[in-house]
């Protein structure tokens, strides 16, 4: 974009972050600001601790960067929460995709591309927009995110030493010309290559009068503790509790099984305990987090007020999460991954406010093997067929695959109402338990069960196999459904009334009664648009988005006046309700004919006919834009269209001379103003 970066970047920083934040920035946010502000390079490494500030790397792209998006990725719900809360206090538009979102909280950012924007996502979200899938969106609206997340944008990947076979995937697609950006970010990171940016703690940061607190190397206190297994843990944090006074005790267990234990013998009698795993739900794990986030968040000690007494159990899925800050830590060893132990005593006096935090390290009950180095996989030759992305984002190892299991109080047990039951209630992945595939084969045995795409499993609630903490493959009481949200789906009983503001409809032959709020449409719909009057509209309305956007204005108004005139077609204007002199390019539901008895052939697509009228006479990206505004020709046209020769050759030819994401970006210009037009009723 051609946004102006002053000269002194450094200056203006320090001017934007008081503003904003109403506090001067720390050292190292400045010299992140000059070094940045100069010349931000292609790709560079943030290396801080816990407790620095580098969220903040949102305030200097808001400062320093051209690129009109800043995404900021990170591989845990509840941080893309507050990073959220965080990027909200700038002049900008913010943005949350993650999973789980109901439709009512789900952002049309891809609408208004013009403006400067921050997306914060998980990986699974934006990872797979990246890579032309777009989980959670139809395979005709991925070109549209593709093009946007893949142009014009600074991916920040957040403890990225977690995430590495995804900042592998981020390179790939970079080399590969996406027009991107990369900060990977963490405090404990791989080794760098000598020639990439680096920012990082200096001199003057150590002696600052607020970082000094957190990075003094006594704000722990740390000790080798004899013992191994649940009870030596549970009798250490125990023992830290009544000889130290420490109110909140941390408990990281290698694995599940340990935290299982530990977590049993603490949580008795007058003690109370959590479970922290990374097994569990995200609708429970958001439950958890409202519990505990006011209790044992960074900044929740009040001078001279001791806290309620708490024991915390985790996994290594407390290394990366909330903003948590115990008054002790008690630790298996982890020999396999020393950062793993810096990420775990990061957890405890978080911001120096105690004089030390106690932290106890125990022998490993079980021998951990450390994770076999997962070679780079090479991108995919073609971005617009449909594939698994999950190797590119998360990294491929038999040995740790996992299943997501859901489970249904009223899944119906004949397969062919299961179609009709998950229409009525699509799967949210706030419902889906990750389990490794071993354990849930074990469990399940012989059981029926419904396998839906990507590794999800739906399984009946009477099964049991996990608790308010997760999965616990010996639980037999029912879990939970968790499918209704409230205020955008819910199941009804029979003669239960309907909510206010919801919609009521009927499935499975009248045996499912679901009420639903009503969704936003793209396109209004109630009243017939004449061709011509669409045509000018979308022809205009693009002009003026593409020159926003740096792109040639009148290669797109011409698109724009050109891209529906397959819409012309005798037999579509009379589906449409049109004739030879008033031909419409929406119909009116009280005049519009059926296809069969129009004449229009089953599956017919208008951007086919479209596309014929002008390949091999205008010019071929005008050519591609028209033909592939509605998501298909990419380069196949679906059935009963024959796709010709001469158009494959022209959208490889594209590809070959701009990038997938370059065109992708071009097709959004066009199929934004066509769907801004469509809202408008024009």
């Not at 990947?157 to 981020?170: S, W, Y």
């Not at 390179?171 to 290559?193: F, H, K, N």
């Not at 450390?370 to 190797?391: E, M, N, Q, R």
């Amino acid at each position: 974009m051609d946004r102006e970066i002053a000269p002194d970047a450094q200056a203006n920083f320090a001017e934007d972050f008081w503003q904003y934040r109403q506090r001067q920035p720390f050292p190292w946010q400045l010299e992140a600001a000059r070094k940045l502000g100069e010349s931000w390079p292609s790709i560079c490494y943030v290396n801080l601790g816990t407790g620095c500030g580098k969220t903040s790397i949102v305030d200097v792209w808001h400062t320093c960067s051209r690129r009109r998006r800043l995404i900021y990725v990170i591989n845990r719900r509840v941080v893309v929460d507050s990073v959220f809360d965080y990027a909200q206090k700038l002049p900008v538009k913010v943005h949350m995709l993650r999973g789980g979102l109901s439709p009512d909280q789900k952002s049309d950012w891809w609408l208004y591309p013009e403006g400067r924007q921050v997306l914060v996502s998980t990986i699974d979200q934006v990872g797979s927009a990246l890579l032309g899938q777009a989980y959670g969106h139809g395979t005709k609206a991925a070109p549209v995110l593709q093009g946007l997340v893949g142009t014009d944008a600074v991916w920040v990947l957040d403890e990225a030493h977690l995430e590495t076979p995804f900042a592998k995937t981020l390179i790939q697609c970079q080399q590969a010309g996406a027009d991107i950006d990369i900060v990977l970010m963490s405090a404990t990171p791989e080794a760098l290559p000598s020639a990439m940016t680096v920012i990082k703690l200096t001199d003057a940061d150590e002696q600052h009068e607020v970082l000094a607190k957190r990075l003094r190397p006594d704000r722990i206190k740390r000790t080798q503790v004899e013992g191994k297994g649940p009870v030596a843990l549970a009798k250490e944090a125990k023992r830290l509790r009544s000889e130290e006074g420490s109110a909140i005790v941390l408990i990281v267990c290698n694995t599940v099984a340990t935290a299982r234990k530990t977590f049993t013998l603490l949580n008795s009698g007058e003690d109370e305990a959590v479970l922290i795993t990374g097994r569990v739900r995200p609708a429970d794990r958001d439950r958890q987090l409202e519990f505990l986030i006011p209790r044992i968040g960074s900044g929740t000690r009040i001078p001279g007020q001791a806290r309620a007494p708490l024991y915390v159990v985790a996994t290594s899925a407390i290394e990366v999460g909330a903003d948590f800050d115990c008054d002790a830590l008690v630790s298996e060893k982890c020999k396999c991954n020393p950062a793993s132990q810096t990420q775990r005593e990061g957890r405890v006096n978080r911001l120096g406010e105690l004089d030390y935090a106690p932290v106890s390290i125990l022998a490993a009950e079980s021998k951990f093997i450390p994770k076999t180095p997962i070679p780079p996989l090479w991108l995919p030759a073609d971005l617009s067929v449909k594939f698994d992305p999950d190797p590119w984002l998360h990294g491929y190892d038999v040995k740790l695959n996992t299943v997501n299991v859901v489970w249904r109080k009223d899944l119906p047990p004949l397969a062919q109402d299961q179609e009709e039951y998950f229409e009525a209630l699509p799967i949210m992945s706030t419902e889906a338990m990750p389990v490794p595939w071993y354990s849930f084969h074990e469990w399940i045995g012989d059981r029926p069960k419904v396998i839906m795409d990507r590794g999800t499993v739906v399984v009946p609630s009477e099964y049991g196999g996990a608790d308010e903490w997760g999965w616990d493959a010996e639980a037999t009481e029912p879990v939970e459904d968790v499918a209704d949200i409230p205020g955008v789906r819910v199941r009804l009983s029979e003669d239960a009334p309907v909510p206010e503001g919801m919609i009521v409809k009927e499935f499975l032959e009248d045996h499912l009664r679901v009420a639903y709020s009503r969704r936003r449409q793209l396109s209004l719909g109630y009243t017939a648009v004449l061709l011509s009057k669409h045509l000018n509209s979308v022809g205009m309305e693009a002009a003026a988005l593409a020159a926003d956007l740096g792109f040639d204005p009148a290669l797109f108004e011409r698109a724009g006046r050109l891209h529906d005139i397959g819409k012309a077609d005798e037999a579509f204007q009379l589906l449409l309700g049109g004739d030879e002199k008033r031909k419409l390019a929406k119909s009116d539901p009280a005049t519009q004919m059926s296809p069969t008895i129009a004449g229009v052939p089953k599956g017919w697509r208008h951007e086919f006919a479209s596309m014929q009228h002008i390949i091999g006479r205008r010019d071929p990206l005008l050519v591609y834009l028209v033909g592939t505004h509605h998501g298909h020709g990419r380069p196949w046209f679906p059935s009963p269209h024959e796709t010709p020769i001469e158009w494959v050759e022209l959208v490889l030819s594209l590809r070959k001379k701009y990038s997938p994401w370059a065109l992708a970006a071009m097709e959004a210009v066009l199929r934004i103003a066509d769907w801004r037009v469509s809202m408008r009723g024009e």
